[in-house]
């Protein structure tokens, strides 16, 4: 392409005129996600702490639905926590008694004797058997009473 004198003037006073270029803009600041945790609130996994957090918080007493969300699936956690905890216990103790040569606490005749006992009139006591010592040994045993008597109704 070829210009004449004259084109090739006015195309220098035009780049003169133009403005200059504009500065290049700043990188922006990384926008905060939603999903980053920020507040003790959000973070705490622990129900009673986070109850506490709830109540600092709130000025009049009111928490939003998704908060009590949090708050009851931070309880159920807990609790489901706790379950496996007993569980494995309970192994650990029938892993331990099974390992020691122990005999199994019923045996399938033993179980058949309790159920036709059961039927004749309820179970007795062993006067033999000492009393339980601590309170959760007496709720296991009641527990364990409760069970076999539920489980005649099954026949």
């Known amino acids: 392409m070829s210009f004449d004198a004259r084109s090739l003037e006015r195309l220098q006073q035009l780049g003169r005129s133009l403005p200059k270029p504009l500065p290049k803009p700043e990188a922006p600041k990384p926008a905060t996600r939603a999903t980053e945790q ?13 109850f506490h957090e709830l109540i600092k918080v709130s000025p009049d007493g009111t928490v939003p639905p998704h908060l009590l969300d949090r708050l009851r699936s931070a309880e159920e956690e807990q609790r489901q926590g706790e379950r496996e905890r007993q569980r494995q216990a309970l192994r650990q103790q029938a892993g331990a008694q099974l390992g020691s040569g122990a005999a199994p606490a019923t045996s399938s005749g033993q179980a058949t004797d309790q159920r036709a006992a059961a ?26 009473q409760q069970l076999l008597l539920e489980g005649e109704g099954d026949d």
């Open 119 to 144: 039927r004749q009139g309820g179970l007795r006591a062993n006067p033999k058997r000492p009393k339980p010592s601590s309170d959760q040994e007496l709720e296991l045993y009641s527990t364990f």
């Open 38 to 50: 920020r507040h003790r609130v959000e973070t705490e996994t622990d129900p009673e702490a986070l």
